[in-house]
């Protein structure tokens, strides 16, 4: 409870120190606030604690999550000032409402009531249709915001008429409540299955999972580099939490109501986010479908409720964060690099012009592909195990092949970086950008050693 | 004050007549008035009454949209207002508890105001 | 107070049920086909203002005050959601000089 009013109060403090006009100070108080309520956090593990008259409960799932974003965003800050060299204007501002939406985010792990799910949800997405927008004169931007704006609301009023329905039916919001009802009620009414069915179509939604996912490539691609970092890092990792923890605590004793539709995602994801993202020119693009074909993976968690998922979720969520800030951190440097250019040509030759930015991403690369010493490995393979333990023997078949068709597009970029080329003019980035993205690298490879440090944890 | 009485749909009938008679009103006479009326149009009569003045240029043309941000400014600090009801029906029940958490909500809700201010979002002459 | 509850349940459930969805189904509709973005801003206030009206008649058949208070907060988060839509609007049209989503087909595969 208290790291998530830590982060929130950095943000309002971020906005105020605004007018010092010293980027230095802000980004610093940033940080401060972030390692503050991440330490909070972690500090807060094994005390099961319930706050805000039952609205919230912090337990160790909730806590292991959060650290996880948090930890994430740390990440994407230290990357910031780099990011916006040169730019002055309304840069505090981005840095709060990054930090708002965070706070949104950690509310939505821990939530105990659909109404703090509902306030979470929307306190991290509305910050982010102005974040999304952020590039004020660009017409590309401009429509990213937009069309997250629509399909985010679209998937709020969806996911509001699911929680009305299942209000409607059980009568209440608590989530021991709903609970209850199911394991007293034996005949269920066809209204309430139509809720859950709602609320499982809105998650799809936020999620962006096939076929769903219409928005997600285009809003990726469009809005600033940065923000698609946190979008796809931190706000997926939220949603898949929430996703996972509702189904798991509401609606666990009704699963015919949700099962067929999450296999049916699950498998579209796979196939579709892999095959849609062989044919990308724009490496930001790929980016964008290669997240989708990864909620495909994460969603194998969803299927198979056992002990095994929710860790190999958070797992999975750690390694899949840490390669998404890599790679999208070292897109920033050759975008910037190449003026604009974010094709996959753009990255010839980035053997040469910088090789710690290649080998960051080569490693990063290998970690989506699920190649072994990386975390990208064991994070497929326990989602893979969690999935047979469920008797989801075939849907791992398909897994295993979507991998084997992810590994073509990821070599690609990894085979256009170390191809020769005639220009070979260097690359230079600041050192605080460089200690970001080495440590995302060294603990993609830690994670990749030594998985039991995380997959005992929860 | 409110009977609980059951409503059947034929007590909706007069409401039913008295909208038709209404229809049927309108209709007639805007049918009529174009029927009987004499047409003769002149590019005077057609042009728009500006009271003497020669029209130029699109009426919808743009125009400065300054007072947009404080429109949606009060929209948003008009709808916080609604927490403050469930607060103050039960003002006493709640007691010292409910009184820390609407001040630290009010608290917040001006320190975004205080935010605005030294941004100049209310500054018209700008 | 009893007494609007008792007048909200002088209607059966099924019929604040079907106009709801009624309600809701126009919105999505007018989402996905209508081109003018303000008409898109107006159909999504609508579908939130359904599910209010569903959540309204459900508590009071229920006798739950949650149901409301749940309505207090979709309507701030409504306001604040369509301030900031109406920004990106204001954003867009400064930059584009229209409101049709038509326009906004710059990004493709």
Same mark, same amino acid.
């Given at each position: %409870?208290?790291?998530?009013?830590?982060?929130?109060?950095?943000?309002?403090?971020?906005?105020?120190?605004?007018?010092?006009?010293?980027?230095?100070?802000?980004?610093?108080?940033?940080?401060?606030?972030?390692?503050?309520?991440?330490?909070?956090?972690?500090?807060?593990?094994?005390?099961?604690?319930?706050?805000?008259?039952?609205?919230?409960?912090?337990? #160790?799932?909730?806590?292991?999550?959060?650290?996880?974003?948090?930890?994430?965003?740390?990440?994407?800050?230290?990357?910031? /000032? +780099?990011?916006?060299?040169?730019?002055?204007?309304?840069?505090?501002?981005?840095?709060?409402?990054?930090?708002?939406?965070?706070?949104?985010?950690?509310?939505?792990?821990?939530?105990?009531?659909?109404?703090?799910?509902?306030?979470?949800?929307?306190?991290?997405?509305?910050?982010?249709?102005?974040?999304?927008?952020?590039?004020?004169?660009?017409?590309?931007?401009?429509?990213? =915001?937009?069309?997250?704006?629509?399909? =985010?609301?679209?998937?709020?009023?969806?996911?509001?008429?699911?929680?009305?329905?299942?209000?409607?039916?059980?009568?209440?919001?608590?989530?021991?409540?709903?609970?209850?009802?199911?394991?007293?009620?034996?005949?269920?009414?066809?209204?309430?299955?139509?809720?859950?069915?709602?609320?499982?179509?809105?998650?799809?939604?936020?999620?962006?999972?096939?076929?769903?996912?219409?928005?997600?490539?285009?809003?990726?691609?469009? =809005? /600033?580099?940065?923000?698609?970092?946190?979008?796809?890092?931190?706000?997926?990792?939220?949603?898949?939490?929430?996703?996972?923890?509702?189904?798991?605590?509401?609606?666990?004793?009704?699963?015919?109501?949700? +099962?067929?539709?999450?296999?049916?995602?699950?498998?579209?994801?796979?196939?579709?986010?892999?095959?849609?993202?062989?044919?990308?020119?724009?490496?930001?693009?790929?980016?964008?479908? =290669?997240?989708?074909?990864?909620?495909?993976?994460?969603?194998?968690?969803?299927?198979?409720? #056992?002990?095994?998922?929710?860790?190999?979720?958070?797992?999975?969520?750690?390694?899949?964060?840490?390669?998404?800030?890599?790679?999208?951190?070292?897109?920033?440097?050759?975008?910037?690099?190449?003026?604009?250019?974010?094709?996959?040509?753009?990255?010839?030759?980035?053997?040469?012009?910088? /090789?710690?930015?290649?080998?960051?991403?080569?490693?990063?690369?290998?970690?989506?592909?699920?190649?072994?010493?990386?975390?990208?490995?064991?994070?497929?393979?326990?989602?893979?195990?969690?999935?047979?333990?469920?008797?989801?023997?075939?849907?791992?078949?398909?897994?295993?092949?979507?991998?084997?068709?992810?590994?073509?597009?990821?070599?690609?970029?990894?085979?256009? %970086?170390?191809?020769?080329?005639?220009?070979?003019?260097?690359?230079?980035?600041?050192?605080?950008?460089?200690?970001?993205?080495?440590?995302?690298t060294v603990l993609i490879l830690i994670a990749g050693v030594l998985p039991n440090l995380i997959i005992s944890l929860i | 004050m409110i009977c609980a009485k059951v409503y059947t749909p034929i007590d909706y009938l007069p409401i039913m007549i008295q909208s038709f008679v209404v229809l049927g009103f309108v209709v007639t006479t805007m049918i009529a008035t174009h029927m009987l009326g004499p047409k003769r149009n002149t590019k005077q009569k057609l042009e728009n009454f500006e009271c003497g003045i020669e029209g130029m240029g699109n009426a919808r043309s743009p125009f400065s949209v300054k007072y947009f941000v404080i429109a949606i400014l009060f929209v948003l600090f008009d709808v916080e207002v609604i927490f &403050?009801?469930?607060?103050? @029906?039960? $003002?006493?029940?709640?007691?010292?508890?409910? $009184? @820390?958490?609407? @001040?630290?909500?009010?608290? &917040?809700?001006?320190?975004? $105001?205080?935010?605005?201010?030294?941004?100049?979002? $209310?500054?018209?002459?700008? | 107070?009893?007494?609007?509850?008792?007048?909200?349940?002088?209607?059966?459930?099924?019929?604040?049920?079907?106009?709801?969805?009624?309600?809701?189904?126009?919105?999505?509709?007018?989402?996905?086909?209508?081109?003018?973005? *303000?008409? *898109?801003?107006?159909?999504?206030?609508?579908?939130?203002?359904?599910?209010?009206?569903?959540?309204?008649?459900?508590?009071?058949?229920?006798?739950?005050?949650?149901?409301?208070?749940?309505?207090?907060?979709?309507?701030?988060?409504?306001?604040?959601?369509?301030?900031?839509?109406?920004?990106?609007?204001?954003?867009?049209?400064?930059?584009?000089?229209?409101?049709?989503?038509?326009?906004?087909?710059?990004?493709?595969?």
């Open positions: %409870m208290f790291s998530i009013i830590t982060i929130a109060i950095t943000g309002v403090l971020l906005l105020y120190l605004g007018f010092l006009k010293n980027r230095w100070i802000y980004i610093s108080v940033a940080i401060t606030g972030l390692i503050t309520a991440l330490a909070l956090s972690v500090f807060s593990w094994n005390s099961l604690e319930t706050s805000f008259s039952n609205m919230l409960i912090i337990d #160790n799932y909730a806590i292991a999550f959060n650290s996880v974003m948090i930890f994430a965003t740390i990440l994407i800050f230290l990357l910031a /000032p +780099h990011y916006f060299k040169g730019i002055e204007k309304n840069v505090p501002e981005i840095y709060a409402l990054l930090m708002f939406s965070l706070a949104g985010a950690c509310m939505v792990t821990s939530f105990d009531n659909l109404t703090m799910l509902f306030i979470g949800i929307e306190t991290m997405s509305i910050p982010l249709y102005i974040l999304a927008g952020s590039k004020k004169f660009s017409i590309r931007s401009n429509e990213a =915001s937009f069309k997250y704006f629509i399909f =985010s609301s679209l998937a709020t009023a969806i996911f509001l008429l699911g929680i009305t329905l299942v209000y409607g039916m059980v009568g209440s919001f608590h989530v021991g409540d709903i609970s209850n009802y199911f394991t007293i009620t034996k005949e269920i009414p066809s209204i309430l299955k139509v809720g859950i069915v709602l609320l499982v179509i809105s998650f799809g939604f936020k999620i962006a999972a096939v076929p769903f996912h219409f928005w997600a490539p285009d809003v990726y691609e469009g =809005s /600033p580099t940065l923000i698609t970092a946190f979008m796809a890092t931190v706000v997926k990792i939220a949603g898949f939490a929430a996703f996972y923890k509702l189904l798991s605590t509401c609606f666990i004793l009704v699963p015919d109501s949700w +099962h067929h539709l999450i296999l049916g995602l699950s498998v579209l994801s796979l196939i579709i986010g892999n095959l849609a993202a062989i044919k990308q020119k724009d490496v930001k693009r790929m980016l964008a479908y =290669s997240s989708i074909s990864h909620t495909g993976f994460m969603l194998f968690a969803i299927l198979s409720f #056992n002990s095994f998922s929710a860790s190999s979720l958070l797992y999975y969520s750690f390694a899949y964060a840490l390669s998404t800030i890599a790679a999208f951190g070292v897109l920033m440097v050759v975008k910037n690099h190449m003026s604009a250019d974010g094709s996959v040509q753009a990255f010839e030759g980035l053997a040469k012009k910088n /090789p710690i930015l290649a080998i960051v991403m080569t490693i990063s690369m290998l970690s989506m592909a699920g190649i072994p010493i990386t975390a990208g490995f064991f994070a497929k393979y326990y989602i893979f195990v969690s999935a047979i333990q469920g008797g989801w023997l075939w849907i791992v078949i398909i897994g295993i092949l979507a991998a084997l068709v992810g590994v073509a597009y990821y070599l690609k970029l990894i085979i256009a %970086m170390f191809a020769k080329t005639s220009e070979t003019e260097k690359i230079v980035t600041s050192p605080l950008y460089i200690t970001s993205l080495l440590v995302a | &403050l009801y469930p607060w103050a @029906v039960n $003002f006493k029940e709640l007691g010292i508890q409910g $009184f @820390v958490g609407v @001040v630290s909500f009010s608290a &917040l809700l001006l320190s975004g $105001f205080g935010y605005l201010m030294l941004k100049g979002a $209310f500054d018209w002459e700008k | 107070m009893e007494n609007i509850t008792s007048a909200i349940r002088i209607i059966p459930l099924e019929h604040y049920l079907f106009l709801c969805l009624a309600l809701f189904s126009i919105g999505v509709i007018g989402v996905l086909f209508r081109r003018n973005t *303000i008409v *898109i801003l107006m159909c999504i206030e609508m579908m939130l203002n359904s599910v209010n009206l569903l959540l309204a008649a459900f508590s009071s058949y229920r006798s739950d005050p949650s149901g409301q208070v749940f309505v207090f907060f979709i309507m701030v988060v409504a306001a604040a959601e369509v301030a900031v839509g109406l920004s990106i609007l204001v954003m867009m049209k400064r930059n584009v000089d229209s409101i049709d989503i038509n326009l906004l087909n710059k990004l493709k595969d």
